[in-house]
């Protein structure tokens, strides 16, 4: 009977079933769950009918990245018609910051990869899915007014910014999420008061702090230190 099923299944399979199918298993599981294997199971198959759409599990773990950007397309192609009309290239960015936060919060389990994953792949070879957000911040601050070397530093900085404040997220600090008492919940009687006592006041703080308002405002203060570009033409004008 699974023979028999696995002709027309297969038939209905395509690239963004897989990977959606796949996304969702790591968020209910996490990455160690995610599998050729345990895939195809997922989707009722055998395993060699993945091969089509991705040819192993280095392959999949680049279309876990390529999901991950196309969602954060897709929340930024939502919101275009409530775009920045006031602002500038800083309203722009402020909102492409918000759409990685609220991907990276709805899959937290991918977001490691995202800052792995395409170091090992050269720029020509990344998803289109990356490539059409990096497109889009370049061509936002060249818009502006900067000229190469300047939106480049601009970029650079912006995206270190998002990856390593979404990295260093409150959800690490969490020791067990199902205790109620706040001590037992941060895991704060493991860290001896006289060894970590600064650790031991900061890490309450560490667990209830707006994670995207300290995104934003780290972002405004680290674009306060860049350099002007001689005209900004994004949107019009830059105030805010």
Known sequence: MAEQDAPEKRGRLS????????????????????????????LGVESMALYRY?????????????AYFDEINARLRAGAGRGPQEGGWRAELRRISRAFAATAHAHPEILPL??????????ARRPASVLELTEHILAV????GFDDAGALTVYRTF?????????VDKRQV????????????LGL?????????RLRALVPRFADFDDEAELLSGLDSLLDRMPEPPLDGFYGSDAS
């Open 174 to 185: 969490v020791d067990n999420p199902n205790e109620p008492d706040p001590v037992l919940r």
């Open 54 to 66: 991705t040819p192993g599990k280095e392959a999949l773990l680049d279309g876990l990245v390529e």
């Open 15 to 42: 690239r963004p079933l897989v990977l959606g199918t796949a996304v969702a298993l790591v968020d209910r599981e996490g990455l160690a769950a995610l599998t050729m294997r345990r895939l195809a199971a997922e």
């Open 114 to 123: 995202i800052a792995t994953r395409p170091l090992s792949v050269p720029v």
């Open 141 to 144: 601050l060249g818009q502006a």
């Open 159 to 167: 995206v270190a910014w998002n990856l390593g404040c979404l990295l």
């Open 189 to 197: 009687h493991r860290l001896p008061a006289s060894e970590y006592p």
